[in-house]
């Protein structure tokens, strides 16, 4: 993406294109590469028939937040705004990611909505995101989640990102904050059952079942955080990437 710092890489599909899947990668908002994500993009690309774009945005602590934010924000424009590039004009767009990268992906499907003549989203896919920076929850304090992803890790990314002194009840750090999630699209969260992260997905279904928006919600038994850039050596990320491509498909 020219003059933006961003670097996107899209992949195209075997057979005609149904959508575009944005994909904002993980790390915390600290760590993580598309390169580290390209198995993942080509088997949604090919499992959807989509086009996967992924999104390299800048990363904390050196790119803090709204930093991260606003490079994918630009991103989704630039998608929209370039689909001749890549024969693309009537696809719906989906937007997923997981851990930060879901994180990422419910702050500008929540930011499309809210904005004049932004792109319309069609479909949010989170995988075991962050939606809130509360890591009191019982899930986050309960011993046997304190895997590859602990509470002690995840008080560090939250710092890394917005700071010490911040206002973390803001809903573009904390997307479950937000008390303007009926326009939403449908949504597809998939939590793991042993992750501190997984109070903060089904928190997030939830509220969003209750503002009346369509919602999916998967949570992967016996499975930790961490398995989405996986993709050809865990059943849980081929499952996962099935549960994305069939929910894709019953709602476009």
Partial sequence: ??????TVRII???TDAKSIIIYYHGGGWVC?????????????????SAIAVLVD????????FPTPVDDCWDALLWVDANRGVFNAQNLPIVLSGDSAGGNLAAV????????????RVALQALIYPAKDTDIDTPSALAEENQLLLNRKDMAWFW?????LSADRRNADMAPVCSNNLAKLPPTLVITAQHDVLHDDGQRYADKLKAAGVDVKYLDAEGETHGFMCLYGIMPSCQ?????????????I
């Fill in 1 to 6: 993406m020219a003059d933006s710092g961003v």
């Fill in 12 to 14: 195209t599909p075997p």
């Fill in 32 to 48: 993580g590469s598309i390169n580290a994500y390209e198995s993942l993009g080509r088997g949604l690309s090919k499992e959807a």
């Fill in 57 to 64: 945005y800048r990363l904390a602590p050196e790119h803090p």
């Fill in 108 to 119: 500008i499907t929540q930011r499309s909505t809210e904005r004049e003549q932004a792109p």
């Fill in 159 to 163: 710092n890394q990102y917005v700071g």
């Fill in 239 to 251: 499952r996962a990437v099935d549960s994305i491509t069939a929910f894709i498909n019953a709602r």
